[in-house]
């Protein structure tokens, strides 16, 4: 049994095999599923086009998945403390989480943000919060994953200051802002500004990086948050190129060469649910991607045909009842991405149903990712499932599937129309719950939910305790910075980056003087709203 | 409330923007019969309030997934005692650790349904507990 629907016969036996994205199981298959596969067209070496196989010829022997645990706590002193340890724990990437508030563009005093500060991540008011949440680390050795999108192009700012500061080239950091506005519409929720503009955002950043920080990520489209707010696999394919199509469509207008920055773009993709459902998604992405790139972008450089990723989280498959099974859970999820030909791991704690990961539960995750790459034989040889009659057959089902899903959309006047209408947004709700209805009718099987439940189930996890004071730290600090900062340099650079956003320049450059003269994140989102105007969510019921 | 549907709004009230849970149990309950409004995200409580009153709720959903829902439960719950709206039944659901469930129940939530339960049971208190 998994993430499928099964008709049984009277004596119990499996008839019928569903899987989410629709895709009909055989009971067994072999040389004929495969008849008309060409090895050179349609899986390629590994390394080769169209990169079915994995987009490196040695993949995990060249160099093993890096491993980036989401974190990020209160005040900017207890994140650093958190990446060190996680740093002195082996870990090879740091993933920044964010509180509410920075994400929505409030300052840490704002009325709206009250109870919120530094609850589900980092508070940051203005560069003095990342100078101290990055000192010591190595910039140039780490890559950093900053887990925001209304506001990536402050915090991507902030980042290039600070590396600056630091005494980091440039051209040795490497950022990966998430910077995906359309799935926060679709599923996320943390969008400020209109659809138009946030674009026009996301191409500023594009843009400024390719020029000045090139080894940065300036977009990480998330088919991830669509999945885990109840997509098929399918669609969270379907979705995110979609969403990615639109990014560069609006990139290319601007007279980049889809060469340029083609290469940059990565992707965050869901884990849970059947395995080799999840192993077909991802070897189809890749390949229906390279295609993309080069049939409808004329791309030439092979990187821009690249699906790079990470591959994670899994966080939907979790549970609450018995959390200590997503222990094995995510040992199972962390296979399917190595399985996959993931660039990046990450993996839900099993106690994050509850609450922000204790210290405990964060390194358990890690240790899950180490065993697999220490102990499991998951470096030795690329792509183990390549040409196994069912994974091939999948992959090839579950690209038709995705295109039919991209069809879907493009019939709908495309990606950025479909989320202005609601369209993506009410499909997946719909999705969402016709699955927790076949939960809750026991059609699908979740262990110590309905089947080998063990009635009222109790916590077993300790809570993450938030913490006021830390809140009342943060706007001492922010109060302490507004009182010796520049005041006229930050009024001079908001009213320059007021002006050209309303000429509609690159706003990168007027960011980073904001940024250098310490404006708070409220001031500059203050500017975009009064230029931009506000994001009106689409009634879907 | 013989012949009369009742009316449900359900409300993302702060910053935090999970909704998944919230749209579901809207659909939950539109399939059971009722009526329906959800807000949408990034609620105040005073905007909460506003709706209920322009949709004449009898119930009043909340769902919270940040761990903020002790302070904002309290706000909720002193507006519509100011608005003198106390008949109006208020539910949460979300993400809600046991221990809070009777800190909860003791400002007068009406109902506390952690991520994860039935929709029958979330249907059926409403039903019986709607005056």
Redesign the interface.
């Known amino acids: 049994m998994g993430g499928a629907t099964y008709v049984k016969n009277e004596r119990g036996e499996i008839e019928e095999v569903t899987l989410q994205s629709g895709v009909k199981v055989k009971p067994v298959y072999g040389p004929e599923d495969l008849a008309d596969l060409d090895y050179r067209r349609d899986l390629g070496n590994p390394g080769e086009y169209p990169f079915t196989r994995g987009i490196h010829p040695g993949m995990y022997r060249m160099r093993p998945w890096t491993m980036r645990q989401y974190s990020g706590f209160g005040t900017p002193y207890e994140t650093n403390e958190r990446f060190k340890l996680l740093i002195a724990h082996g870990q090879t990437g740091l993933n920044v989480a964010f509180d509410?508030?920075t994400?929505?563009g409030?300052d840490s005093n704002d009325p709206?943000?009250?109870?919120?500060v530094g609850?589900?991540g980092m508070a940051v008011d203005t560069l003095r919060d990342f100078e101290i949440a990055f000192a010591d680390i190595p910039l140039d050795k780490i890559g950093t994953g900053l887990t925001i999108n209304a506001v990536a192009s402050i915090i991507l700012a902030m980042f290039q200051a600070t590396a600056e500061k630091y005494g980091f080239a440039l051209d040795k950091v490497s950022a990966t802002p998430q910077n995906d506005i359309l799935k926060?519409m679709v599923?996320?929720?943390?969008?400020i500004f209109p659809v138009g503009p946030s674009i026009r955002l996301i191409g500023d950043t594009i843009e400024y990086s390719a020029k000045v920080m090139p080894r940065t990520n300036p977009v990480s489209v998330c088919g991830y948050h669509m999945r885990?707010?109840?997509c098929t696999p399918a669609q969270e394919i379907a979705y995110a190129f979609e969403i990615a199509m639109t990014y560069i469509d609006h990139v290319l207008q601007r007279g980049m060469d889809i060469d340029d920055f083609a290469p940059r773009i990565s992707f965050n993709l869901d884990i849970f649910g059947n395995i080799f459902e999840q192993v077909g998604k991802f070897r189809a992405a890749r390949r229906l991607w390279a295609k993309l790139l080069k049939e409808r972008y004329k791309a030439k450089n092979p990187r821009s045909m690249w699906l790079r990723g990470l591959f994670g989280g899994g966080g939907g498959g979790l549970?609450?009842?018995q959390p200590l099974n997503n222990i094995a859970r995510g040992a199972y999820y962390a296979l399917i991405s190595a399985l996959s030909g993931t660039q990046t791991m990450a993996l839900c704690s099993y106690d994050e149903?509850?609450?922000i990961p204790t210290p405990q539960a964060a390194i358990i995750s890690l240790r899950t990712m180490q065993i697999l790459q220490e102990e499991m034989g998951l470096r030795d040889t690329v792509d183990p499932l390549g040409g196994s009659y069912y994974v091939e057959s999948l992959t090839n089902q579950m690209e038709e599937r995705i295109t039919e899903e991209m069809q879907k959309v493009e019939k709908m006047g495309g990606m950025a129309h479909a989320v202005e209408m609601g369209y993506i947004q009410r499909e997946v709700?719909?999705q969402?719950?016709l699955y927790?209805?076949a939960l809750?009718e026991g059609e699908v099987h979740k262990v110590g939910?309905n089947i080998y439940s063990e009635g009222e189930d109790e916590?077993e996890v300790q809570?993450?305790e938030?913490k006021p004071a830390a809140a009342e730290a943060q706007i001492t600090s922010l109060n302490e910075v507004r009182r010796t900062r520049d005041k006229r340099k930050v009024v001079s650079t908001l009213r320059d980056l007021e002006r050209a956003a309303r000429k509609g320049e690159n706003l990168m450059p007027y960011l980073l003087e904001s940024v250098r003269a310490y404006a708070t994140m409220g001031e500059m989102t203050r500017v975009f709203k009064e230029v931009y105007g506000e994001f009106k969510?689409p009634?879907?019921? | 409330m013989k012949g009369k549907r009742i009316r449900v709004l359900v409300a993302k009230p702060g910053l935090d923007g999970h909704d998944k849970g919230a749209k579901m149990v809207a659909q939950a309950l539109r399939d059971a019969g009722m009526e329906v409004v959800y807000t949408g995200l990034h609620q105040t409580i005073d905007q909460i309030v506003n709706a209920a009153i322009q949709e004449d709720a009898d119930v009043i959903g909340l769902s919270i997934l940040s761990g903020a829902h002790i302070p904002l439960c309290e706000k909720l719950m002193r507006r519509l005692g100011e608005e003198n709206l106390s008949h109006i039944m208020v539910v949460v659901g979300g993400v809600i650790p046991k221990r809070d469930v009777q800190k909860l129940r003791d400002m007068g939530i009406g109902g506390v349904f952690p991520g994860g339960t039935n929709f029958e049971e979330f249907i059926r208190f409403i039903r019986e507990n709607v005056k």
Do not use: D, M
């Open positions: 509410l508030p994400q929505l409030l709206l943000a009250e109870g919120e609850r589900v926060e599923s996320r929720g943390n969008w885990e707010s109840g549970t609450k009842q149903a509850y609450t709700a719909k969402a719950y927790e209805k809750q939910v916590e809570l993450h938030y969510e009634r879907i019921f």
